[in-house]
């Protein structure tokens, strides 16, 4: 006869809410106050440095190089591990906060980005005006094509940064919730095409251009090394 698990056997699965608190307190201690700092630091150095005349202008430019270091950082934590031999969970603690805090400096500076070019016309980020007599009315300039790139990242960024917790992992299951945060690899690549487009547009200093160009080099190479380091694991088991 089949044995049904007791009650006692089906609690002792649940997390233990201290166990849980300490993991709280490790990652608002570990994770959450030096990404705090870092990210205080940078933005402050990038706004108080600009020579931009108006608040929004600063306040857009300084959080959207610190945001994009971050989103390039969490594609970086997986392919680490697999490179140098060490676990890779599903879902990892590290990971998950850097992506917490690459969607805040992403969701604040599209926020305040909205408010800096053709101000009080939002829209025209997307669709030419009426005196521009353009035959096609959706924009497909550079400034447009930046414009509906950095849009679509965003609504990716904010899927990921509601559902970056243990509640959305359960709710969705392993499969699930780890499909949907594989849709991290297209808003960097979204966010990438929408970064070199305003660094082109704008004419931006090499220093920044360096920033982004390091993000985009430095992520694609570390994931071609974990997935080259992936391939040659199941070969070697395959073989066994």
């Not at 005349?53 to 430019?61: E, G, N, P, T, W």
């Not at 697999?82 to 879902?91: A, E, K, L, Q, T």
């Not at 994931?223 to 088991?237: P, V």
Request: charged content about 15%.
């Amino acid at each position: 006869m089949r044995r049904l698990p007791c009650k006692n056997t089906v609690e002792q699965t649940k997390p233990m809410p201290s166990i849980q608190r300490s993991r709280l307190q490790t990652r608002l201690l570990r994770h959450h106050a030096p990404l705090l700092a870092l990210s205080a630091v940078s933005v402050a150095a990038l706004y108080f440095t600009r020579s931009y005349a108006d608040v929004l202008s600063r306040a857009s430019f300084a959080t959207a190089y610190p945001a994009m270091v971050l989103l390039s950082a969490t594609l970086l934590t997986g392919p680490w591990n697999v490179v140098f031999g060490r676990r890779n969970p599903v879902s990892s603690d590290l990971r998950r906060d850097l992506g917490i805090w690459a969607g805040i400096l992403s969701v604040v500076h599209t926020a305040v980005g909205q408010n800096v070019h053709l101000r009080g016309r939002p829209w025209l980020y997307f669709v030419y005006s009426a005196q521009e007599h353009q035959s096609f009315p959706i924009r497909h300039d550079l400034f447009g094509i930046s414009n509906y790139t950095g849009a679509i990242a965003i609504l990716v960024v904010a899927a990921l940064l509601a559902t970056s917790n243990d509640f959305a992992l359960r709710r969705l299951g392993t499969p699930g919730w780890k499909g949907l945060q594989r849709w991290n690899y297209a808003a960097f690549g979204l966010a990438a095409i929408h970064a070199v487009g305003f660094l082109v547009s704008e004419k931006q200093q090499i220093p920044f251009v360096v920033v982004v160009a390091a993000c985009i080099v430095v992520t694609l190479a570390l994931q071609g090394a974990g997935f080259w380091r992936r391939r040659a694991e199941l070969a070697g088991r395959r073989r066994v």
